[in-house]
């Protein structure tokens, strides 16, 4: 019998080819990397980081107020100095009578009682309708929630445009025309749907715990309400107000349909016919820029009453939606 062939050796090139170990005592070859943190070269780079970041900031910040200064600036200077070739960008030989013409005018006093009205009656309504619904929708499970929710949406998607015909036959059949009752429910109908979804977010961060540990100590379910969860959501009620504020107080289209009136006329329809009237005598761009200032100026002195909560309300009613 012959003996058994010995089993062949693995090729050469198949075999793995192992890494040679390394020696006891060779130091490892450094990797190169950038800058460390806390060195030099990473602090410069931070720091050219942040001054171009604030460049930018600075930049975007005179963009978005030029306009408004642009406004004011010419609202302060006279017709022959704003009609020059050469514009003007400081503030020097200004005069106030521009101002003086618009007040003196005719209509100005009545649009402005006109718009204030429409506004109050407006935010007050909107707050109201909208914080009751949001209470609803966030706090309470009810037989058809999800079909409010979407009919809410859908009301939201409808353009405006389309309603102006059956906007104007509902209140000419309810003699609603050229007053503020009427312009004020289309205002509301027009602001509360998205008004309820701004107040949600804010109801639904505060926890209903908060209430039940207050009905434990003895507290009412409206007791609870009031004293725990109401001023939580003031910051919330606040944004919402300023948002309701400003879209009826900048409102034109709604209030030219269902303001036919030249004695009923907000300040947006005023400025209208005000421009309207100067161009026939050659529009002075010095009138019409002091009324636009005039008419910005409510809603400034509204912002500075209310900014701190509005800010403090904006952050909190988006952490939890």
Same mark, same amino acid.
């Given at each position: 019998?012959?003996?058994?062939?010995?089993?062949?050796?693995? @090729?050469?090139?198949?075999?793995?080819?192992?890494?040679?170990?390394?020696?006891?005592?060779?130091?490892?070859?450094?990797?190169?990397?950038?800058?460390?943190?806390?060195?030099?070269?990473?602090?410069?780079?931070?720091?050219?980081?942040?001054?171009?970041?604030?460049?930018?900031?600075?930049?975007?910040?005179?963009?978005?107020?030029?306009?408004?200064?642009?406004?004011?600036?010419? #609202?302060?200077?006279?017709?022959?100095?704003?009609?020059?070739?050469?514009?003007?960008?400081?503030?020097?030989?200004?005069?106030?009578?521009?101002?003086?013409?618009?007040?003196?005018?005719?209509?100005?006093? #009545?649009?402005?009682?006109?718009?204030?009205?429409?506004? *109050?009656?407006?935010?007050?309504?909107?707050?109201?309708?909208?914080?009751?619904?949001?209470?609803?929708?966030?706090?309470?499970?009810?037989?058809?929630?999800?079909?409010?929710?979407?009919?809410?949406?859908?009301?939201?998607?409808?353009?405006?445009? *389309?309603?102006?015909?059956?906007?104007?036959?509902?209140?000419? @059949?309810?003699?609603?025309?050229?007053?503020?009752? +009427?312009?004020?429910?289309?205002?509301?109908?027009?602001?509360?749907?998205?008004?309820?979804?701004?107040?949600?977010?804010?109801?639904?961060?505060?926890?209903?715990?908060?209430?039940?540990?207050?009905?434990?100590?003895?507290?009412?379910?409206?007791?609870?309400?009031?004293?725990?969860?109401?001023?939580?959501?003031?910051?919330?009620?606040?944004?919402? *107000?300023?948002?309701?504020?400003?879209?009826?107080?900048?409102?034109?289209?709604?209030?030219?349909?269902?303001?036919?009136?030249?004695?009923?006329?907000?300040?947006?329809?005023?400025?209208?016919?005000?421009?309207?009237?100067?161009?026939?005598?050659?529009?002075?761009?010095?009138?019409?820029?002091?009324?636009?200032?005039?008419?910005?100026?409510?809603?400034?002195?509204?912002?500075?009453?209310?900014? +701190?909560?509005?800010?403090?309300?904006?952050?909190?009613?988006?952490?939890?939606?």
């Amino acid at each position: 019998m012959s003996a058994a062939s010995a089993p062949s050796a693995p @090729s050469a090139a198949s075999a793995p080819v192992a890494a040679p170990p390394a020696r006891a005592g060779t130091p490892a070859v450094p990797t190169p990397a950038g800058p460390r943190r806390g060195t030099p070269g990473g602090r410069t780079g931070r720091r050219v980081r942040r001054a171009l970041l604030g460049l930018l900031a600075v930049v975007v910040a005179v963009v978005w107020a030029f306009p408004v200064y642009w406004m004011v600036l010419s #609202s302060l200077l006279p017709s022959a100095r704003l009609r020059a070739s050469t514009p003007t960008f400081l503030p020097t030989g200004t005069t106030l009578g521009n101002f003086r013409s618009v007040l003196d005018g005719a209509g100005f006093g #009545s649009a402005l009682r006109m718009s204030l009205a429409i506004t *109050g009656v407006t935010v007050v309504a909107v707050l109201v309708f909208a914080f009751l619904a949001a209470l609803a929708i966030s706090r309470f499970r009810f037989r058809g929630r999800l079909t409010f929710v979407v009919a809410v949406l859908f009301v939201q998607m409808l353009p405006a445009e *389309g309603l102006f015909i059956a906007q104007y036959k509902m209140l000419s @059949s309810t003699n609603l025309l050229n007053s503020v009752v +009427g312009v004020s429910i289309l205002y509301t109908a027009a602001v509360v749907p998205f008004t309820i979804w701004m107040l949600r977010g804010f109801v639904a961060g505060v926890p209903i715990e908060l209430e039940e540990a207050a009905m434990v100590d003895g507290l009412s379910r409206v007791q609870a309400f009031l004293r725990i969860t109401f001023p939580l959501l003031a910051p919330g009620l606040v944004a919402s *107000g300023v948002y309701a504020f400003l879209q009826a107080w900048n409102e034109f289209t709604v209030a030219l349909v269902a303001l036919p009136a030249e004695s009923a006329r907000t300040l947006p329809l005023w400025l209208r016919s005000f421009l309207a009237s100067s161009a026939n005598r050659g529009v002075d761009w010095g009138e019409v820029m002091a009324a636009s200032t005039l008419i910005a100026v409510p809603v400034i002195v509204f912002f500075l009453l209310v900014q +701190g909560r509005m800010t403090s309300g904006l952050v909190s009613g988006a952490v939890k939606g």
